[in-house]
Each structure stands twice: as C-alpha cells, then as structure tokens.
C-alpha cells in the first residue's frame, strides 16, 4: 500500500478513531504483519501529544501453537505479572488501538473446547480489570489488510493483488474515497466522519423520541422474532464520550445504531444472512430459537457444535446483548464482499449479538453498580457474538408502549415516516 495513504489513514486513527489527547498513554494491538502501519500510528500518536505509546504484538500462528501442544492448566493461569499489568491498565485508562489484519480462518481445526476451557477458567480473574475500565477509556478496532485474509476474500488473485483489492475495500468502507488510490490521497476522511456522525445523531433521535417497547422482525427466510427494549436505554452510533468527554469512534468502519434490549423477553426465530466467525471458525446457513429471552434451539448447516458451545459459554451466553440497524446501502453491504470479518460484517445487515450487553445505552450508568444494570435489563456474559440478520426484504416493526405499530425497516432499509 501507497505510504502516503498509510500515513493518512493513521493520522485518521489516531484523530477520528481513538482521539488520543496530549498526556495520554496508548497500547497498539497489532498483527507482526503490520509492521508499517504500525509504526505510522505510533508517530502520529507522538504527535498528537501520546505521553508513551506501546506495541503489543500478535500473530496467530503461533497462538495456534499454544492451542495445540499447551497444557490447559498452565495456559489457564493467570500469573500475578499479568494480573498486575490489568490493573495497572485499569488505573491508568491508556488509549487503546486495536489493528485487525488476520486469517479469518486462523485458529480453524484448533479444539474448541480447550479454547473455551482456557477462556472460561481466566475470564473471571480478568473480568474485574475489564469491568472497572469500561466505558471509561478511549479504544478503536480498525482493519488492515492482512495477506491470508485477502487471499480468503479473493482467492483467484495473485497475493499482492488481493492484499491491494483488500485495502482498496477496506478504504472505501471508512469513508477514504471510493477505493482507488487517488481518491484515498485526495479525501477528506475527517470531515467525512464528523458527517456520518451528523447523520447517526438524527436516526438516534428519532428512534429515542419514539421509545419503542418492542420491534418486531420479519422476513422470507424465516426470521419471525419479538424482542423487548428497555424503557430508559437509548438508541447511540457512531461515535461516544469517554467518561472524560472525550469524543471518539470506536469502530472504524461503523453503520449501526445500536441498544441493548431487555433480557429475557425475545421469541421466535432469527435466521442468519451471513456466516458468523467465531473464534477464528465459521457457523454458517443457522437459525436459532428464542423462547423467554433465551437461544432454545439452534440449527446450523456448518459449526453447529461451535454455536452450541457458544450459547452455552457461560449461564447467560444464550441471552441478546445487542440489537442493531444497518440499512442495506451501507457502503460494506454494497461492496458485496462478505469479510469473514465481524467489524465488516455486522456493519453490512442489521444484528443481534449473544451475550453482553451495554450498560453505557442507561443514562447515568456510571452510577449503577453492575447487579443495577443486570436489574435494568442489561444482560451481562463472558462473550458477545453479532450474527446477522438483515436480509434483503426484512421488515422491522416498532410497537410503543400505546400498542402504536410504526415501520422502522421496510425492505432492508429505513422506513420513510420521520
Ligand atoms: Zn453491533
């Protein structure tokens, strides 16, 4: 990729994406094969005032090796070093950069469940640390375009060109041009965002003042599903404010307007528009059941046994975290590539997420202890997995509390009634 537009897509992380303020740390979380881009964003970092900016290192291949020749006790343990770097970062609240690049098929063949084990057997001893800085820190996930990935979105093209065609997709999913390298060096992709943000505060709005009890979902596919909201969650996109009122976008790219709904009340069924990847595998062509709030009955053509696994991580992993609308225009859907890839694919059809839900949709979470929260509404879970429901002809309905059933989607998109 062009240098120029790494640095610029860099400085976008670092102005748009994540905000850094002058003083603040930042820890980058980065693929090995991101070495370039990495190094841009620690620049731009530094010039926008990073007190210290820290390069975590990732690379599959070898967490692979871990899954198969460690022993479950040993990887399990979470050793006081490590502990004490979590609460360290709970204290200090650094900024964090999350830079995406990998195989989606990376950890494919690896047992599941040592992966579940392992994770189920840390997570409580972490969970406080992650707990205490939530909502209170400035984070992003962004993409880079990753060989093995690109080879899996485009397999008939050499490795460059797939890796260019890759990034080329990429670029045109967060607003830097229409994908051609001209475009990217000419655009004005922080404009662009503060724009797309405009745009996500008049949908939040709308959907607030209307405060929906129920939506109701329907499609061709199958999909015949109620789900409750909660009264005093509000609908939010786009981008947020730390704690500290610092603005900033978690998700580069993002399409959805999101809320958590109120859990246990969810019937009927959902059926999938797009493969889920879960742990590095695929679920595809699933359907799941919900009776009382809770996945009853799961059905998938491919990774059926993973979904089970998954809905049954935790006593609240079958529960919905998350409803979300994305209109079919949305630039990831119309570039007809499925990612394999959640921060693309779940801003390319309206979702559901399994499990956690998010407290900063209440007003004045701050105050609430968790068991609050959980009492509101908000489901709380070890995972937090969006599948994607938002097929072509999908209808959703609002229901207000007056029992007033006004269209929110018609055909996959926006209905005209604001
Ligand atoms: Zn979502």
């Known amino acids: 990729m062009n240098k120029e537009i790494l640095k610029k897509y860099a400085n976008l992380i670092v102005r748009t994406g994540v905000n850094v303020q002058p003083g603040q740390k930042c820890i980058v979380v980065v693929d090995t ?23 975590e290192w990732q690379n599959s291949q070898i967490d692979r090796l871990h899954y198969q020749y460690g022993d479950v006790d040993e990887m399990s343990t979470v050793y006081p070093w490590q502990e004490a770097k979590q609460k360290q970062q709970a204290e200090e609240l650094p900024c964090m950069i999350h830079i995406m690049s990998d195989d989606p098929d990376a950890l494919k063949g690896v047992d599941a469940k040592k992966m579940a084990e392992v994770r189920k057997r840390r997570f409580p001893i972490l969970k406080p640390y992650r707990d205490a800085m939530e909502n209170k820190y400035q984070w992003v996930i962004v993409a880079a375009a990753g060989e093995k990935w690109a080879k899996k979105l485009f397999p008939e093209a050499s490795a460059e060109e797939a890796v260019e065609k890759l990034w080329a997709a990429i670029l045109s999913c967060i607003h830097m041009g ?10 004005d992709p922080i404009g662009a965002w503060e724009e797309h943000n405009k745009r996500f505060t008049e949908k939040c709005q709308w959907l607030n003042t ?6 109701r979902y329907k499609s061709s596919n199958g999909t015949d599903f109620e789900v409750g909201l909660i009264p005093t969650a509000q609908w939010m996109g786009g981008g947020e404010y730390s704690l500290q009122n610092i603005f900033y976008n978690p998700n580069m790219p993002t399409e959805e307007i999101f809320t958590s709904p109120m859990k246990g009340q969810a019937e009927g069924v959902l059926v999938s528009t797009k493969p889920l990847s879960y742990q590095g595998q695929l679920i595809e062509n699933f359907s799941i059941r919900f009776h009382e709030g809770r996945a009853v009955e799961v059905h998938a053509e491919k990774g059926e046994e993973l979904l089970k696994e998954m809905i049954q991580m935790d006593e609240t992993a079958g529960y919905l975290g998350e409803v979300a609308l994305v209109p079919k225009e949305s ?20 979702h559901v997420a399994l499990g956690r839900g998010f407290t900063n949709v ?22 937090h997995a969006d599948f994607m429901v938002g097929a072509e002809d999908l209808q959703i309905t609002g229901i207000t509390k007056d029992g007033r059933e006004v269209p929110v989607f018609e055909n996959g998109t926006w209905a005209k009634n604001e």
Do not use: H, W
């Not at 881009?37 to 007190?51: H, P």
């Not at 209307?210 to 939506?215: D, I, T």
């Open 210 to 215: 209307m405060g929906f009890e129920r939506l």
């Open 178 to 187: 229409d994908g051609s390298q001209e475009a990217a060096l000419s655009c």
């Open 362 to 383: 209440l007003e004045n979470f701050e105050n609430m202890t968790q068991e609050e929260t959980i009492r509101v509404g908000i489901n709380d879970s070890m995972i």
């Open 33 to 55: 094969d991101q070495a370039e881009l990495a190094g841009y964003v620690v620049e731009e970092a530094y010039k926008a005032g990073a007190l210290s900016v820290r390069v």
């Open 331 to 350: 630039p990831i859907n119309r570039s007809g590539i499925l990612f394999y890839n959640t921060l693309f694919d779940e801003n390319a059809s309206c």
